[in-house]
T-cell receptor
Framework: KNEVEQSPQNLTAQEGEFITINCSYS?????LHWLQQHPGGGIVSLFM???GKKKHGRLIATINIQEKHSSLHITASHPRDSAVYIC??????????????FGQGTELSVKP | DTEVTQTPKHLVMGMTNKKSLKCEQH?????MYWYKQKAKKPPELMFV???????INESVPSRFSPECPNSSLLNLHLHALQPEDSALYLC?????????????FGSGTRLTVV
């Protein structure tokens, strides 16, 4: 079992739909990162969470530390949101050297 | 400047060639990372530099040789690569090592070994 699990692995939505991507982790973390990667492209950091909820535009990320679970929500989805969304756990202790533990990614396709 | 800049964006090299990938940031970050990413897979950590010193080598073959000449610059020297080394190579930086800091990623170098 992976230390960071994402679901679903693939998601197709119609433009305008509300989208949720889930992430569960089994390791101790200091922060949980949500990343976005467009096809063939580099990675963009969307959120870094250690508690509660963050919002940026149409994107909302939440985390429940007790349940070791985080969600990424996209409101009013748009075709330009089509990308791979990756959840990554940031290590709890310094001597892990900043080694992010990545989930397998969720490939999102938003159809017009 | 809030970017990590990687050059070149694309590289095709033969198995006997020597080439280098370059990564630069001017955010004052003291931790820099090299990742390798194959298609449809998450990134795999290769090397971590902290304050210009190599702190993690994830058992990477010696045909990959990292170098951190100063706090803004990270190089990855490539020699005698194999076709299976073809991948997207991503550089990232953070204020320091450890999970409390956000990461900034570059746009990557797409490497093809022929």
């Amino acid at each position: 079992k992976n230390e960071v699990e994402q679901s679903p692995q693939n998601l197709t939505a119609q433009e305008g739909e509300f989208i949720t991507i889930n992430c569960s982790y089994s390791v101790g973390i200091s922060a949980l990162h949500w990343l976005q990667q467009h096809p063939g492209g580099g990675i963009v950091s969307l959120f870094m969470l250690s508690s509660g909820k963050k919002k940026h535009g149409r994107l909302i990320a939440t985390i429940n530390i007790q349940e070791k679970h985080s969600s990424l929500h996209i409101t009013a989805s748009h075709p330009r949101d089509s990308a791979v969304y990756i959840c990554a756990a940031g290590p709890m202790i310094y001597n892990q050297g900043g080694k992010l533990i990545f989930g397998q990614g969720t490939e999102l396709s938003v159809k017009p | 400047d809030t970017e990590v800049t990687q050059t070149p964006k694309h590289l095709v090299m033969g198995m006997t060639n020597k080439k280098s990938l370059k990564c630069e940031q001017h955010m004052g970050h003291r931790a820099m990372y090299w990742y390798k990413q194959k298609a449809k897979k998450p990134p795999e950590l290769m090397f971590v530099y902290s304050y210009e010193k190599l702190s993690i080598n994830e058992s990477v073959p010696s045909r990959f040789s990292p170098e951190c000449p100063n706090s803004s610059l990270l190089n990855l020297h490539l020699h005698a690569l194999q076709p299976e080394d073809s991948a997207l190579y991503l550089c990232a930086s953070s204020q320091a090592v450890g999970g409390y800091y956000g990461y900034t990623f570059g746009s990557g170098t797409r490497l093809t070994v022929v």
